[in-house]
């Protein structure tokens, strides 16, 4: 059963920097591709950035030179660092894992999910 579970969200003044992480478990880690998205209230779930099995990486265009993704096979985790941050960036962000070494920016690609965690920036 593979589990990942998010932390590092909170409330942060536009401007500010976070750094999200995501443990996983249940499988072998560095095999796969990871992902981080992210849900608004009343908003479609959005693409925030992915990384492969090899490293590299890919970013949704809203977020390309403010936020950086980076893995650490062997804590088994992915995190997510975000700068620069302004209202707009205001969801939950959730972890995800493919059953697949490539990257991906589509939802369904994505075989297993986190619960998330808020991040919530003032203006």
């Known amino acids: 059963q593979v589990q990942l579970k998010e932390s590092g969200g909170g409330l942060v003044q536009a401007g500010g920097s976070l750094r999200l992480s995501c443990a996983a478990s249940g499988r072998t880690f560095s095999s796969y591709a990871m992902g981080w998205f992210r849900q608004a209230p009343g908003k479609e779930r959005e693409f925030v950035a992915a990384?492969?099995?090899?490293?590299?990486?890919y970013y949704g265009d809203s977020v390309k030179g403010r936020f950086t993704i980076s893995r650490d096979n062997a804590e088994t985790t992915v995190n997510l660092h975000m700068k620069n941050l302004k209202p707009g960036d205001t969801a939950v962000y959730l972890c995800?894992?493919?059953?697949?070494?490539?990257?991906?920016?589509?939802?369904?690609?994505?075989?297993?999910w986190g619960q998330g965690t808020q991040v919530t920036v003032s203006s």
């Open positions: 990384i492969s099995r090899d490293g590299i990486t």
């Open positions: 995800a894992s493919r059953s697949s070494a490539w990257i991906s920016n589509v939802e369904n690609e994505y075989d297993y």
